[in-house]
C-alpha cells in the first residue's frame, strides 16, 4: 500500500479500495483519563507512519449495541469485533475519493444511539459508498465520521465532579474538539474547510443543533435527520445530580464523601462493571452547564425573531437540511414497553400535569389519535408512538427550518422497511440513514435501491453547497419525500404523509406543552 503524506500529521498508511482511501482510526485528540477534556492532538512528523487500515477503539458502551441496531433496522451486515477503551476511543474515519483535485466539501457524521451506544467502525454507518457515489455523479466529497465519549464516561455530570474541576458534556466537547480537528487538518487531505456540513441522525441530531449555541462558527451547514434537541432536551443540574447519586448508589460507593474521592472512585471502576450496574432508567444526557450549552431552546423560543440570541448558530449555519421518518417514533418502544399496560392512563396523568386539568382539554389530544380505552395495549402504543413522533420528530424539523426561512430544506422519508420484523411496512427510526449510507442497496428491490441512490444523491448536492430541491417556504410549505411523492409542496401535512391533527393540537395547546407531556411519559413520572 502506498503511503499518503499529509502536511501536518506525516505518513498515514489508508486502504485503497473501490475509488476511495480510507483512513481508520485517526487519532483526533487526547485524554489524561477517562473524565478528562479532551485536548486536541495534531500529531508530528515524529510520530512515524500512522497506520490507518484498522478501525480504533470504541467508545466504552453496553455489549452488543452494533446487532441491537441492526435489529431495528431488520437487516444483518457482517462486522467486526469491536475493542473499545476509555481513553483512547477519540479517533475519527475518513473516506476521500481516490482521484480528487480538491479543494472538496466535507460532511462530519454524528451517530445516534441515545448517547449510549453507537460507533464509527459499525458497518450501516460506513461511509465509503456514499463518497464512491459523490465521484460518480462528478460532486466528490470527503466523509468523515467521529466516535465520542458515551454513557457515564461522556456525560455523567454532578455539582460533585464540577467541584473535582469535571466538565458537563464530555461527548459534545468530543465532538466539537473533532470538528476543530477537521478545521486543522482536513485540508491536508484534499477539503475545504470553509465548506463543513455537520451531519447527525436521532442523538446525533441532538448533538449537532446543541452545537449551534457555540458563539463560534464549527461549521456551514447543518443536516438533522431523526432527532433535534426538541426531542432529547438537555438536563438541568438537579436531575444531573439525581442520576449521578443513582451511580454511586449502584457502584457501591463508600468513601470518605469528598468530591475528589467520588471521582477517583469512579475511574477506579472497570468499565464493564460500570455498564452492568447502571439501568436503563439513569437518564445520561447533555446537561444546562451554562458553558457549552448555555440554554434548553424551547419550541416558542426557535419560532421567535430573536432566536439568534439563545442559538447564535442560526446566524453563522448558512443553511439547514432537517428530515424525519414516517414513523420514527417506534424507536420508543423500548422505553415505554414495561408500563405498556398503564400506557393511557399514564398518558392522561402526563397530559392533566403540563397540557390541561381539564378532562375535555386531556380527552381532545386522545380523541385526535383515537386512544379509547376498549384499546388493547398493543393498540394504544401504536397510537401513542404516533403522537411521541409528531410532537418529538415531525414538529421539531418543521419548526427549526423557521430559523432559516430562506436557506432551509425539509425531506420526509416515506420508504417502507422492507425486512422481516415488527417494522415491516413501516419507515422506522434509522431507517433513513440505512438508505442514505447505500449499505444495504443489495437487499433493497430496484425501486427502494433507486430511492435510495436518490437520497443520496440530493444529500451530496446539498453537501456541494448547491440546492437538492426546491427549499421550504414558511407559506407555501414544500418538502422531498422519500417513498411515493417526489418534491410535494402545501401546508396540509396530509400531502407528506403526516397527520394535520399535529398542528392544530399545536394551534390548541402549544408544542412546548404537549412535549413535556411526552417527556414526562417516557421518563416514566
Known amino acids: 500500500?502506498?503511503?499518503?503524506?499529509?502536511?501536518?500529521?506525516?505518513?498515514?498508511?489508508?486502504?485503497?479500495?473501490?475509488?476511495?482511501?480510507?483512513?481508520?482510526?485517526?487519532?483526533?485528540?487526547?485524554?489524561?483519563?477517562?473524565?478528562?477534556?479532551?485536548?486536541?492532538?495534531?500529531?508530528?512528523?515524529?510520530?512515524?507512519?500512522?497506520?490507518?487500515?484498522?478501525?480504533?477503539?470504541?467508545?466504552?458502551?453496553?455489549?452488543?449495541?452494533?446487532?441491537?441496531?441492526?435489529?431495528?433496522?431488520?437487516?444483518?451486515?457482517?462486522?467486526?469485533?469491536?475493542?473499545?477503551?476509555?481513553?483512547?476511543?477519540?479517533?475519527?474515519?475518513?473516506?476521500?475519493?481516490?482521484?480528487?483535485?480538491?479543494?472538496?466539501?466535507?460532511?462530519?457524521?454524528?451517530?445516534?444511539?441515545?448517547?449510549?451506544?453507537?460507533?464509527?467502525?459499525?458497518?450501516?454507518?460506513?461511509?465509503?459508498?456514499?463518497?464512491?457515489?459523490?465521484?460518480?455523479?462528478?460532486?466528490?466529497?470527503?466523509?468523515?465520521?467521529?466516535?465520542?465519549?458515551?454513557?457515564?464516561?461522556?456525560?455523567?455530570?454532578?455539582?460533585?465532579?464540577?467541584?473535582?474541576?469535571?466538565?458537563?458534556?464530555?461527548?459534545?466537547?468530543?465532538?466539537?474538539?473533532?470538528?476543530?480537528?477537521?478545521?486543522?487538518?482536513?485540508?491536508?487531505?484534499?477539503?475545504?474547510?470553509?465548506?463543513?456540513?455537520?451531519?447527525?441522525?436521532?442523538?446525533?441530531?441532538?448533538?449537532?443543533?446543541?452545537?449551534?449555541?457555540?458563539?463560534?462558527?464549527?461549521?456551514?451547514?447543518?443536516?438533522?435527520?431523526?432527532?433535534?434537541?426538541?426531542?432529547?432536551?438537555?438536563?438541568?443540574?438537579?436531575?444531573?445530580?439525581?442520576?449521578?447519586?443513582?451511580?454511586?448508589?449502584?457502584?457501591?460507593?463508600?468513601?470518605?464523601?469528598?468530591?475528589?474521592?467520588?471521582?477517583?472512585?469512579?475511574?477506579?471502576?472497570?468499565p464493564e462493571t460500570v455498564l452492568s450496574s447502571i439501568g436503563p432508567d439513569v437518564p445520561l444526557l447533555p446537561v444546562v452547564d451554562g458553558d457549552i450549552i448555555k440554554a434548553n431552546a424551547t419550541f416558542a423560543q426557535w419560532e421567535s425573531s430573536d432566536i439568534s440570541s439563545v442559538v447564535p448558530g442560526v446566524d453563522w449555519c448558512r443553511r439547514a437540511l432537517l428530515g424525519d421518518c414516517q414513523n420514527d417514533g417506534m424507536i420508543l418502544t423500548f422505553a415505554l414497553i414495561p408500563r405498556r399496560d398503564t400506557i393511557v392512563s399514564a398518558l392522561q396523568k402526563a397530559l392533566e400535569t403540563s397540557v390541561s386539568s381539564l378532562q375535555s382539554d386531556v380527552n381532545a389530544v386522545l380523541e385526535a389519535y383515537g386512544i379509547t380505552a376498549s384499546d388493547s395495549p398493543d393498540q394504544s402504543m401504536a397510537k401513542i408512538l404516533r403522537l411521541i413522533h409528531d410532537i418529538q420528530f415531525y414538529a421539531p424539523a418543521i419548526t427549526l427550518s423557521k430559523a432559516w426561512p430562506k436557506s432551509s430544506f425539509i425531506c420526509h422519508f416515506n420508504e417502507p422497511n422492507p425486512w422481516n420484523g415488527p417494522a415491516k411496512g413501516e419507515a422506522n427510526h434509522i431507517l433513513d440513514v440505512a438508505f442514505l449510507f447505500q449499505n444495504f442497496n443489495e437487499y433493497l428491490d430496484p425501486t427502494q435501491a433507486k430511492s435510495a441512490g436518490d437520497f443520496g444523491r440530493d444529500f451530496i448536492l446539498f453537501v456541494n453547497g448547491e440546492d437538492p430541491f426546491p427549499r421550504h417556504d414558511l407559506e407555501k410549505g414544500g418538502a422531498k419525500v422519500y417513498g411515493d411523492g417526489g418534491f410535494v409542496t402545501g401546508q396540509d401535512a396530509a400531502v407528506y404523509g403526516r397527520r394535520p391533527v399535529t398542528w392544530e393540537l399545536a394551534s390548541r395547546f402549544g408544542l412546548d406543552k404537549l412535549s413535556r407531556a411526552l417527556d414526562m411519559l417516557i421518563a416514566g413520572h
Open 1 to 270: 500500500m502506498t503511503s499518503f503524506v499529509h502536511p501536518q500529521l506525516g505518513r498515514i498508511r489508508p486502504i485503497v479500495e473501490s475509488g476511495t482511501r480510507r483512513f481508520y482510526g485517526l487519532k483526533y485528540a487526547l485524554l489524561e483519563h477517562a473524565f478528562a477534556e479532551p485536548k486536541l492532538w495534531r500529531g508530528g512528523n515524529d510520530e512515524g507512519e500512522i497506520d490507518a487500515t484498522q478501525h480504533g477503539p470504541t467508545a466504552v458502551s453496553p455489549p452488543g449495541g452494533c446487532d441491537m441496531e441492526l435489529h431495528l433496522i431488520q437487516k444483518s451486515l457482517k462486522h467486526e469485533q469491536f475493542a473499545s477503551s476509555t481513553t483512547e476511543c477519540l479517533n475519527l474515519n475518513l473516506v476521500v475519493p481516490e482521484q480528487n483535485s480538491g479543494p472538496l466539501p466535507v460532511f462530519v457524521f454524528l451517530h445516534g444511539g441515545g448517547f449510549s451506544i453507537g460507533a464509527n467502525a459499525w458497518p450501516q454507518y460506513d461511509l465509503a459508498r456514499l463518497v464512491k457515489l459523490s465521484s460518480d455523479l462528478g460532486k466528490p466529497v470527503i466523509g468523515v465520521q467521529i466516535n465520542y465519549r458515551l454513557g457515564v464516561y461522556g456525560f455523567l455530570y454532578s455539582s460533585a465532579l464540577r467541584d473535582a474541576g469535571i466538565k458537563a458534556n464530555r461527548g459534545i466537547r468530543d465532538q466539537r474538539t473533532a470538528l476543530e480537528w477537521v478545521g486543522e487538518n482536513i485540508a491536508g487531505f484534499g477539503g475545504d474547510p470553509e465548506q463543513v456540513t455537520l451531519v447527525g441522525e436521532s442523538a446525533g441530531g441532538v448533538s449537532a443543533t446543541l452545537h449551534l449555541q457555540s458563539t463560534k462558527p464549527l461549521f456551514q451547514q447543518l443536516v438533522s435527520l431523526g432527532g433535534t434537541s426538541l426531542l432529547m432536551k438537555p438536563l438541568p443540574l438537579f436531575v444531573a445530580d439525581i442520576s449521578y447519586s443513582t451511580v454511586l448508589r449502584n457502584l457501591q460507593y463508600n468513601g470518605d464523601g469528598s468530591a475528589e474521592d467520588q471521582l477517583a472512585s469512579l475511574l477506579a471502576v472497570a
